[in-house]
C-alpha cells in the first residue's frame, strides 16, 4: 500500500488528498509529465494542441489525456470547447514527490527518472536560450554548483528548511506567470 507519496499542492498551498497507487502509475509516463506541466504552465488546451506542440498525432495526445483525467490529475474545463473539441486544465498547481514516503520499487523509480529526464529537456531549452536571454533574467537567476558534505540526518534537515521557504514565498502574491525551477537533490 503506498503511504504519503506524492501531493497535490494547490496554487495557494493547500494540501488535497495523496494520490493512489493508479495515479502515481500514469505519471510514470514522460509524455503525461509533459503534459500536466504544460496545462499548469501555460493554461487548458485541446488534445490538437498538445499533439501539434509535443509532435504526437491528435488520437495519442487524447490517450494520455484520458489516462490523466482517469487519474483525476486533469479535468475538463467548463465553457470551452464544442461536443467534438474538449478542452483540459490540470486539477492541481503543483506536484510534490517524497521517495522517502514510498516503498523503493520499479513505480518510484520509474517516475522519478520520468521527472529528471523531463528536467533535463528543459535545461536544454533554457540553455538555447541564455544567449537571447535579457539581463534581467540573469540577474534574478542562481546558478549554484555546491557541494555539502551531509548525512542523511543533515540532508533531510536541509530539504526540510528549503521546503518551508518555499512554502512562505508560495504564499506571497506575484505575477503568476513568473515561474522558479527548483530540483533538490543528491547524486546516486
Sequence with gaps: MLRRVLRNISLAGMERDELSTAQLRVLSHPMRLAFLRRLREQGPATS????????????????????????????????????????????????????????????????????????????????????????????????????IPLDGPGRRALRAELMAVIARHRAAEGDPTTQIRLQIYGRP
Design 48 to 147: 490538437r494542441i498538445l499533439g501539434r506542440e509535443f509532435e504526437l498525432d491528435s488520437g495519442a495526445a487524447s490517450y494520455h489525456l484520458r489516462r490523466l483525467e482517469a487519474g483525476g490529475l486533469v479535468t475538463e474545463e467548463p465553457g470551452m470547447g464544442t461536443q467534438r473539441e474538449r478542452w483540459w486544465r490540470a486539477a492541481a498547481g503543483t506536484l510534490q514527490f517524497d521517495a522517502a514516503e514510498h516503498e523503493d520499487d520499479a513505480m518510484t523509480r520509474q517516475y522519478v527518472q520520468s521527472t529528471v529526464l523531463m528536467n533535463a529537456e528543459e535545461l536544454y531549452r533554457v540553455a538555447a536560450d541564455v544567449p537571447r536571454a535579457d539581463a534581467a533574467w540573469l540577474a534574478e537567476s542562481a546558478f549554484i554548483d555546491l557541494r
